[in-house]
């Protein structure tokens, strides 16, 4: 089993996690994690926050000379706002004036409630977005994982609020990605968001959007049929959907599929030089909650974020009278970010079933393992 768990407040002094159950033997690329952080810092339409931090990780544990031992790995990431809000936010002695004003959309209100908490704060510093930091580190070491078995992972922004990408068969080069302002693959549609965020931000309002995440060289039979909860499809809407403001998330055609018949549905069967081979991908690469070997295609689509620079109206909570909701830092638009997280998301999702299906202690097993797959994949039926 590999399992991870994070902690961490926006403004407390770290973010850390744990990724339980990796194998001996893998080789980490810490810069690389600290591009995937700088890269989920980046984005137009990114706030004030992101000028104080610089997101680095320390590894804690689990790991010498660059390579895993097959103990827990532990990762840390500071947060270098916490010494600017030290009195408030001190786990041991801080204390302040309380947030009393939950903002409609956020965690505040139904947090408040469920946690009897008076200060509100203590709610959103969980809830806020800052914890996918921590997300985005253990997730480039899952991604370095998959990597192993020739496996990659790659998202981009396909829509911030009406503005729309054009679709692309073949996504550029990870490089024209990164250089996109806002993730984009479409340069004329990226030129657009732009606008449209200096707009939203102009009027002290925010921006949703969506982004996909694609993954090549799927092996077969990733995920299972065998309980609601193994199934490919279940797990990775439940990841992707556990981003904060992520509202719907879509499998392959997802969205309109109901609007077609079967006919055009699915995705035939065909024989190219022997080999069974698919003339189109609309169930996104899963077929019955196993990975049928075409490349995984997943959206989400997300909310504008809940902190508004012109308050909706809220209510005083200690008061009982109405008040326009709380006011902090917050972004304009932070879906290119979401599809950095979205990325790691699918990384963390997809590892632990990796590891399920090829086993092993070390790296070298698992490769073994995977190997042996492989070529047993090519006799079909054996098992009968
Ligand atoms: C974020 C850090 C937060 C917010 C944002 C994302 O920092 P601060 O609250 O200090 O500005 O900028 O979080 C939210 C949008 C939110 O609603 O909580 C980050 O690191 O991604």
Redesign the pocket.
């Known amino acids: 089993m590999m399992t991870y768990a994070t902690a961490g407040e926006?403004?407390g002094p770290a973010l850390v996690g744990i990724i339980d159950g990796l194998p001996a033997g893998l080789r980490v690329d810490v810069a690389a994690i600290n591009t995937a952080l700088a890269a989920r810092q980046g984005g137009h339409g990114r706030?004030?926050?992101m000028k104080i931090?610089k997101d680095e990780v320390e590894i804690l544990a689990g790991m010498r000379g660059g390579i895993t031992l097959g103990s827990p790995l532990a990762l840390l990431i500071r947060n270098r706002?916490f010494e600017n809000v030290r009195p408030l936010m001190d786990p041991l002695t801080g204390s302040g004036e309380p947030i009393t004003r939950p903002r409609p959309g956020?965690a505040d209100y139904a947090g408040a409630l469920k946690y009897r908490h008076r200060d509100l704060r203590n709610v959103?510093e969980r809830?806020?977005?800052?914890e996918?930091?921590m997300r985005v580190a253990l997730g480039e070491v899952a991604r370095q994982y998959l990597a192993v078995f020739g496996v990659t992972v790659r998202g981009h922004v396909i829509q911030i609020g009406e503005v729309v990408a054009r679709e692309t068969r073949d996504l550029p080069d990870t490089d024209y990605i990164a250089a996109s302002a806002v993730r984009c693959a479409d340069p004329k549609a990226g030129a657009a968001m732009v606008r449209r965020i200096d707009e939203a931000k102009a009027a002290g309002d925010t921006l949703g959007g969506a982004f996909e995440v694609r993954v090549m060289g799927m092996p077969v039979g990733i995920g299972s049929n065998r309980q609601p909860e193994t199934r490919l499809d279940a797990l990775l809407a439940a990841a992707l959907m556990s981003i904060?403001t992520v509202k719907a998330v879509e499998v392959g055609e997802g969205i309109v599929t109901g609007g077609y018949v079967g006919s055009r549905s699915h995705d035939p069967f065909e024989l190219q030089d022997g080999a069974v081979v698919r003339s189109s991908n609309r169930a996104g690469g899963i077929e019955g909650g196993m990975s049928n070997g075409s490349p995984l295609i997943v959206r989400a689509r997300s909310k504008a974020?809940?902190?508004l620079q012109k308050p909706l109206g809220s209510v005083d909570l200690e008061t009982a009278t109405a008040a326009p909701a709380t006011i902090?830092?917050?972004?304009v638009c932070?879906i290119p970010?979401a599809s950095i997280v979205g990325e790691a998301m699918v990384c963390l999702t997809l590892a632990p079933l990796f590891a399920q299906k090829y086993g092993g202690d070390s790296m070298a097993e698992a490769l073994e393992h995977f190997a042996a797959s492989q070529a047993g994949a090519a006799h079909l039926f054996e098992s009968e």
């Open positions: 926006s403004h706030g004030g926050r931090e706002d956020h959103l809830a806020s977005a800052r996918t930091a904060q974020l809940s902190t902090v830092r917050s972004d932070a970010a």
